[in-house]
């Protein structure tokens, strides 16, 4: 069991906004960035977001984050079929570990 | 570009040994912190061990410690991960991680007799 809990799954259709969820304890979410990666099948993880809420050059302002008390979310507007893959979110300190959450898998419909 | 590339899976036997490399290329490889990170077949991800840019500070997953050990050659822009006492949960595609970015494409490790 993940010290960070994402939901197992996720759906909507193309064109809807989704939410993927993260929730953890105080010293994990609350005391930590949260990164966001997209792992689309059989391929390496992308990141998408990082420091709560920055998004890399080449990412699409579709995905954003957020994070509030000790959860995070990602949000994704504008569905496409290309953003069917697995979510994770992650938490890395300044002690040099990192933890993940169980990974969401987004379903397009 | 940006190239991170794992070598050095393959099957081993249980309580056997591999050693796993990461080549990286396109960047300045020894100012960077470097992760390994896995994830067993159909599982999600789970962070193994991080090191720093001189070596000076090193961390294992807590499951992990005393089998597993980090190291890098900063003029050869390698990074290492030296797996002892493998054991069938070690089952999985590793990946080099540069700081929290950027990912390599994985080498798969299986651990069976």
């Known amino acids: 069991q993940s010290v960070l809990t994402q939901p197992p799954s996720a759906s909507g259709t193309p064109g809807q906004r989704v939410t993927i969820s993260c929730s953890g304890s105080?010293?994990?979410?609350?005391?930590?960035?949260i990164y966001w990666y997209q792992q689309l099948p059989g391929a390496a993880p992308k990141l998408l977001i990082y420091?709560?809420?920055q998004r890399p050059s080449g990412v699409p302002d579709r995905f954003s984050g957020s994070k509030s008390g000790t959860s995070a979310s990602l949000a994704i507007s504008g569905l496409r079929s290309e953003d069917e893959a697995h979510y994770y979110c992650a938490a890395w300190d300044d002690s040099l570990s990192g933890v993940f959450g169980g990974g969401t898998k987004l379903t397009v419909l | 570009e940006l190239q991170l590339v794992e070598s050095g899976g393959g099957l081993v036997k249980p309580g056997g040994s591999l050693r796993l490399s990461c080549a990286a290329s396109?960047?300045?490889?020894?100012?960077?912190?470097m992760n390994w990170v896995r994830q067993a077949p159909g599982k999600g991800l789970e962070w193994v061990s991080s090191?720093?840019?001189?070596?000076?500070?090193?961390n294992y997953a807590d499951s992990l410690k005393g089998r597993f050990t980090i190291s890098r050659d900063n003029a050869e822009s390698s990074l290492y991960l030296q797996m002892n006492s493998l054991r069938a949960e070690d089952t999985a595609v590793y990946f080099c991680?540069?700081?929290?970015?950027?990912w390599g494409q994985g080498t798969l490790v299986t651990v069976s007799s």
């Open positions: 420091r709560n809420y």
């Open positions: 991680v540069r700081d929290k970015e950027d």
């Open positions: 090191i720093t840019s001189s070596s000076n500070y090193i």
């Open positions: 396109g960047f300045t490889f020894s100012t960077y912190t």
């Open positions: 105080s010293s994990i979410i609350g005391s930590n960035y």
